[in-house]
Every structure is written in structure tokens, then in C-alpha cells.
């Protein structure tokens, strides 16, 4: 079965908005462990625009369940997960004139390079995990550079503005998860998800893991955090029962 991670950069967000104190991103972490996820999210991008390395050190000293650090390939973000060592890193593009993350690790990092990070992480026990767009040739390359999971990037999917599109992008989805799970990597799934189009995605019994933040949060604003974030792992942990009635 697989399982929620909830993202909390979209908390941190809202904070840095009015330079506030609040909304914490560590308290929703620990809302959302008793709501019942499996998981933590965070991405310390280099520009600091949400998450901060106090966040971050706060949320290695509370979080039960597993915390993900998303991270650049870059040796200032290695030295911080190193220092954090959280139980998974995931390491991802970033630019800086992007408003979220916008596709998957290509051609930006040597593939010699992410094998060498990826070795000092694992030496440290840290798993690693590598955000791929849904191209085949990206998964051979995270096994080549001996990444341990695969975040497949599904916002090609989620953006889908027709049944056709959205079919297409399914099917590349389940073609890389499969792959990838022949290859002996772990899979996980986000970017884009949300209450509506998760569950197509439960389809793929391959992805362990399901990383949701901006859907959670919008609905939290009306809702409240702990039923926002219960309200997914429902969904998540019910396997999409009733997905596709209205396709």
C-alpha cells in the first residue's frame, strides 16, 4: 500500500509571504504525522525563499516518521544534508526564476558528479533519491549513478487539460515506474498532485510514496491542516476506489 509524505514548503510559503513567525512548518509537520502521514517533505533551495536551515534542524530533531530533505546537486546543499542527515535526500534542479520546481534532473549535473555526491550521502546512511522527469533514459541514468529511488516529476500529468493528454502522460508514468522497478529503485511520486487526479496514479502499484503539499495546504486554508492532510491519506491509503467512475 502505499503511503502519503506531506510537503510543508508551501507552509513556509505563506510565512516568508509577511515575514511573519507564522504558519510554522514544523508545527504542520507534526499536525500531519498525527494525521497520519508517513512522511515529511522539505526543500532548502539555495535562495532560502520558504524553508529555512532553522526549519530544517527543527524538523530532524521532531519528525517520527521519515524526513526527506529536497536539495540541489551542489556542494554548499551536500555539506547541509551531511551536517542534517536526514533519513532521505532528494536531489533536484533548481533555478531561481522558477515559482516551484519545474521538471525532473536532465542533462545539468555530470553523471560522474551525481555519482559522487550520491556515494558521500550514502556513506553518511542516507538514502537517496534522484526527481526525474518521465523519460526512460533518466531512469537508467539514476541506476547507473546508484541513486537507491527515483521521484517520478508529475506535473506534465497533473497539467493535462485533456483526457487524451492526460492518458499520454499516464501511460509515460507507468512506463518509468515499471523500469524503474525492474531495476531494483524505489519509487515515489509529486509534483502537481492533488485531490483530484491522485488517483490515477494509486493505479501504479510500483510508487510506494505520494509527496503532496500545495494541494494540502489550499484545502487546509478552508478545512483546517489535520483534515486536509487526513482527507489525502483516505485517498492515498483507499487505493483510488472509485477512480476513473467519471472519466
Not at 551536517?83 to 533555478?95: A, F, G, I, N
Not at 502499484?205 to 482527507?231: K, N, P
Request: aromatic share 4%; hydrophobic share 45%; charged share 25%.
Amino acid at each position: 500500500m502505499a503511503k502519503l509524505a506531506v510537503s510543508v514548503d508551501h507552509v513556509a510559503t505563506l510565512r516568508e509571504a509577511r515575514q511573519a513567525i507564522v504558519p510554522d512548518p514544523v508545527v504542520a509537520a507534526a499536525i500531519a504525522e498525527l494525521a497520519g502521514a508517513r512522511g515529511i517533505s522539505a526543500q532548502l533551495r539555495e535562495d532560502r525563499r520558504h524553508i529555512q536551515e532553522r526549519d530544517v534542524n527543527l524538523l530532524r530533531q521532531t519528525v517520527t516518521t521519515k524526513l526527506n530533505l529536497d536539495i540541489a546537486p551542489t556542494q554548499e546543499m551536500l555539506k547541509m544534508a551531511l551536517s542534517v542527515k536526514p533519513d532521505m535526500v532528494t536531489l533536484v534542479p533548481e533555478r531561481r526564476e522558477e515559482v516551484t520546481t519545474e521538471a525532473g534532473l536532465g542533462g545539468q549535473v555530470s553523471k560522474e558528479m551525481l555519482k559522487k555526491l550520491i556515494r558521500l550521502l550514502r556513506d553518511a546512511d542516507i538514502t537517496v533519491s534522484l526527481l526525474l522527469s518521465p523519460d526512460l533514459d533518466h531512469i537508467k541514468m539514476a541506476h547507473w549513478v546508484e541513486a537507491q529511488y527515483v521521484q517520478v516529476h508529475t506535473g506534465a500529468f497533473c497539467q493535462a487539460r485533456t483526457l487524451g493528454q492526460r492518458q499520454e502522460q499516464f501511460l509515460r508514468v507507468q512506463n518509468v515506474v515499471k523500469m524503474a522497478h525492474k531495476l531494483g529503485l524505489g519509487v515515489t511520486a509529486g509534483h502537481g498532485l492533488n485531490y483530484q487526479n491522485i488517483d490515477w496514479l494509486l493505479e501504479a502499484s510500483e510508487i510506494e510514496e505520494f509527496t503532496v503539499g500545495h494541494a494540502i495546504v489550499a484545502r487546509a486554508v478552508l478545512v483546517g491542516f489535520e483534515r486536509a492532510v487526513r482527507d489525502m491519506v483516505d485517498l492515498v491509503a483507499g487505493g483510488g476506489a472509485s477512480r476513473r467512475g467519471g472519466r
